[in-house]
């Protein structure tokens, strides 16, 4: 089983500024099956980005992913006050389900 | 509009058994994996198990095999998530959510809320 670890357990940023959120696998994901989730309290995920570096449809262009092989990265360009949040990886390949990583929480400085 | 509606939060004793439910709809049920995952209070999203409706092919997580049962009835598109007995700590909230072979989950339910409490 791939084992997904995000970090940093926590982000504190302020709305405008950028933020770099990282996971690593511990074995390579195969065709970049890596997906992003967004999970606000009281909601269900919501899925931003897949195939490493694919918006999901209606996210805006501030939500990027990059990375191949063990290491993925989500960037938010410019913090808005609605992307505070949790954010989750996960690693879907051919079989499901796939592994999610533990999170990283952005907040507000 | 595709849709996972689960049904409703639920309370319970240690020991009780509870089959909880999510209905697909505005897709062919058949035609997509339904997985069940668990969110403790203040923890991150654990994958449960998943089930296959066309072929009832279902697989689960080492964390949970032979503690939940994972099951479909393709005629009303709904998936279940089954417990025997109860215990405190499966208080949580469980969400389904639809994906497939190379793709990721692009489908959530809002989640069922499960309270096992004495």
């Known amino acids: 089983e791939i084992v997904l670890t995000q970090s940093p357990g926590t982000l504190s940023l302020s709305p405008g500024e950028r933020a770099t959120l990282s996971c690593r696998a511990s074995?390579?994901?195969?065709?970049?099956?890596l997906a992003w989730y967004q999970q606000k309290p009281g909601q269900a995920p919501r899925l931003l980005i897949y195939?490493?570096?694919s918006r999901a449809t209606g996210i805006p262009d501030r939500f990027s992913g990059s990375g191949s092989g063990t290491d993925f990265t989500l960037t938010i360009s410019r913090l808005e006050p609605e992307d505070f949040a949790v954010y989750y990886c996960?690693?879907?390949?051919?079989?499901?389900?796939?592994?999610f990583g533990q999170g990283t929480k952005v907040e507000i400085k | 509009e595709v849709q996972l509606v689960q049904s409703g939060a639920e309370v319970k004793k240690p020991g009780e058994s509870l089959k909880i439910s999510c209905k697909g709809s505005?897709?062919?049920?058949?035609?997509?994996?339904i997985g069940w995952v668990r969110q403790m209070p203040g923890k991150g999203l654990e994958w449960m198990g998943i089930?296959?409706?066309?072929?009832?092919?279902?697989r689960y997580s080492p964390s949970f095999q032979g503690q939940v049962t994972i099951s479909a009835d393709k005629s009303i598109s709904t998936a279940y998530l089954q417990w025997s007995s109860l215990k405190a700590s499966d208080t949580a909230m469980y969400y389904c959510?639809?994906?497939?072979?190379?793709?990721?989950?692009?489908?959530w339910g809002k989640g069922t809320t499960v309270t096992v409490s004495s």
């Open positions: 195939g490493a570096s």
């Open positions: 505005g897709y062919s049920f058949t035609s997509y994996w």
């Open positions: 959510a639809r994906t497939s072979s190379g793709y990721p989950v692009d489908v």
């Open positions: 074995q390579s994901v195969s065709s970049s099956y």
């Open positions: 089930i296959y409706p066309g072929d009832s092919d279902t």
């Open positions: 996960q690693q879907y390949g051919s079989s499901p389900p796939g592994t």
